[in-house]
């Protein structure tokens, strides 16, 4: 598995932003893969992940199976279903796989599974090749 470059403050992945989550991606026959422990500054009702850090993983695993494909994407659409409760201090897997191009427009889905390998949450997303002007401006946010 090869890890999938970052963008070092990024909330989701960045390691040098204090309050994000420092998540590491791999990419494996082209599908995008992490896992993630939440701890209770993410949570949102007693003892279970906000669903905004949900929807914020999904979005990005999906983004770097596109990223680790050569292509600078931003999120153009999202959508999240949440299936059932994901734990605080329960690992969780996250995978993402490019299921579409369509010119400019990358479709990918991904999902986030707990311990037990039950689906917690899916997501489909539909991002969009950035211009030649604004790849040079997120050149700049690599690490």
Known sequence: MELIRRYSNCFVCGDKNDCGLKVDFFYDQKVAKAEYVPDQR????KGILHGGIISSL????????????????????IEVKFIKPARIGEKLFLEGKVVEEKGKIFVAEGEVRNAKKEIVATGKGKFF???????????????
Do not use: H, P, W
């Open 129 to 143: 090749r950035v211009t030649e002007e604004t790849s040079e401006i997120l050149k700049n946010s690599l690490e």
């Open 58 to 77: 999904l979005d990005e695993v999906m983004i770097k199976a596109v990223i680790a494909r050569n292509f600078l994407v931003v999120t153009a659409e």
């Open 42 to 45: 993410f949570q949102g009702y």
